[in-house]
């Protein structure tokens, strides 16, 4: 099974959904787990960065490693996460593997919760190298992490047991989501999503309107805005759509207005980043 970096585009986006689609049924199972060890998840799980405390210290008590060493935990049924595990696949318990994907699921909510400018995206950027390239990653602008990934590493025992006090899960996702609210503010400045200016008639190609994107999301959504152009160019009335540069895009139309084509592209935006 691929991991994460050497998915495909059309792998990675896929795998983003697959992600988001395992979480509800995961969290459902954490709770049941809860209340087979007599805790009571109704009370414990709020949706606050401080209910990680508790939770967190359960976790830490019932996670276990596998009975036999070596033991291939890896399926097609296994969480998608751990299918495309980067690197060292963790050493769980299958039950453990349960707990650990419901915390996952659970700390996606409080995070959620706690920064709700934040938008679910495939991880990329120009520079191959970036950790959570292809992860499904929680982010502000530039700002964001692989939860899943992070949040498994978290839960991985040594010698039998987490090594990690009972507020560390707790602290570490509270900087997150303040990192999220710093992030949020440098990006919500002034400068518009995007810009429309009338071109006028070109000789060859008629009218056209040329659209400015703002800088971050030409570079952090460059693969979206590639499949917008195409979207873009099937629509009626448009009858030609490129990218002339990174944050340009020129549109050949007879009738589109500037206040048509820029509600179209800022709703088309709108919708795939949050996706």
């Keep these: 099974m691929a991991d ?3 998915l495909s585009e059309t792998q990675a986006e896929a795998a983003l959904q697959e992600f988001l689609h395992e979480r509800g049924p995961a969290l459902g199972r954490l709770q049941e787990a809860m209340r087979g060890d007599g805790q009571n998840p109704d009370a414990i799980l709020d949706y606050s960065v401080k209910s990680l405390r508790p939770l967190w210290a359960w976790v830490k008590s019932v996670v276990t490693e596998p009975e ?8 097609e049924e296994s969480p998608s996460w751990l299918r495309h595990c980067v690197g060292n696949k963790p050493t769980l318990s299958r039950e453990s593997l349960i707990i650990v994907d419901g915390l996952i699921s659970y700390v996606c909510r409080v995070v959620e919760r706690g920064a709700p400018e934040a938008r679910w995206h495939v991880g990329h950027t120009p520079t191959k190298s970036w950790v959570w390239e292809n992860h499904p990653v929680l982010a502000v602008g530039d700002d964001g992490w692989a939860l899943g990934e992070l ?8 010698g039998g047991q987490i090594r990690d006090d009972d507020s560390g899960l707790a602290l570490r996702v509270q900087a997150f989501i303040d990192q999220l609210h710093r992030a949020s503010r440098t990006t919500d400045g002034d400068e518009p999503l995007v810009e429309i200016e009338d071109l006028g008639e070109d000789p060859l190609r008629g009218r056209e309107l040329e659209v400015s994107l703002r800088e971050d999301i ?5 693969r979206v805005v590639d499949r917008m152009v195409k979207n873009l160019a099937k629509e009626n009335g448009i009858t030609g759509a490129v990218r002339e540069d990174r944050e ?22 709108a919708a795939k980043i949050r996706d």
């Design 248 to 269: 340009i895009l020129l549109i050949a139309t007879p009738t589109w207005e500037t206040e048509r084509l820029e509600e179209w592209v800022t709703r088309y935006l």
């Design 151 to 158: 949040v498994q590493r978290s839960a991985q025992p040594i």
């Design 68 to 75: 036999s060493a070596g033991m291939n935990l890896v399926t």
């Design 218 to 222: 030409a570079n952090k959504y460059s």
């Design 4 to 6: 994460y970096w050497h």
